[in-house]
C-alpha cells in the first residue's frame, strides 16, 4: 500500500513538474541573462551605459518575475527526489528476513548445534 501510494505522489510530482517546464525553462535564461546584464553593468564605464543595462536588466526581470511560479517545478523536482528515495529505501514484504523461511531455518539450525 505504501509503494502505490508513493506512486501516485510521484505521479502527481511528475505532472506538475512537465506542467511547469516551460516556466522553469525562461525562468533560469532570465536569471542567467540578469547575471550577464549585471557583469556588463560593472563593467560599463560610461553613465549612458550603466542606464542602458539597467533598462535592459529591469525587462529581464520582468520576465524572471513573470516565471516566478515556476518555483512549484522546482518544490515538485525535489518533492520527486524524496519520493524516489523513499522508494528505494521502503521494505518489502518478500525482503524482509521475517518472511524468508530459509533465514529462520539458519538460525534454528545454529541454536540445535550449539546444545
Sequence with gaps: ???FL???AGLIALLILL????????LGVSVW???IIFKKFL???S???KVGWVIIGLLVLSVALSNIYAVIGLAAIYGLYLIMKNW???????????HDPF???EKEWAELNNY
Design 43 to 45: 563593467k560599463s564605464d
Design 103 to 105: 533465514q529462520n531455518f
Design 33 to 35: 541573462l540578469l547575471y
Design 47 to 49: 553613465t549612458t551605459g
Design 6 to 8: 508513493l506512486f501516485i
Design 1 to 3: 500500500m505504501k509503494k
Design 88 to 98: 528505494k529505501n521502503s521494505p518489502s514484504e518478500e525482503k524482509s528476513p521475517q
Design 19 to 26: 506542467a511547469n517546464l516551460g516556466p522553469m525553462i525562461l
